[in-house]
């Protein structure tokens, strides 16, 4: 009473355990990549909101010191 895939004709199966081990990869890749641009994007927004309000602050400094 042995295994019946460890012979040579059992070899359906591998190749779905394969098939579903690639399926896996590409879906953790893709999920991957989609957190990053998620986590680049968010980064970015702030980086830009914070560029803004120092322009804002450094032309708000610029009048302020050009009044006194």
């Known amino acids: ?9 059992g ?17 953790a890749v893709l999920v991957a990549f ?3 641009h998620f986590i680049v994007g968010m980064i970015w927004a702030v980086v830009k909101i914070v560029a803004v309000v ?3 602050a450094a032309v708000a400094w610029v009048l302020v010191r050009r009044r006194s």
């Open 1 to 9: 009473m042995g295994d019946e895939r460890s012979g040579s004709g």
């Open 11 to 27: 070899s359906g199966l591998r190749l779905l355990d394969g098939l579903l081990v690639v399926g896996a990869g590409v879906v």
């Open 34 to 36: 989609a957190l990053l």
């Open 54 to 56: 120092g322009v804002i």
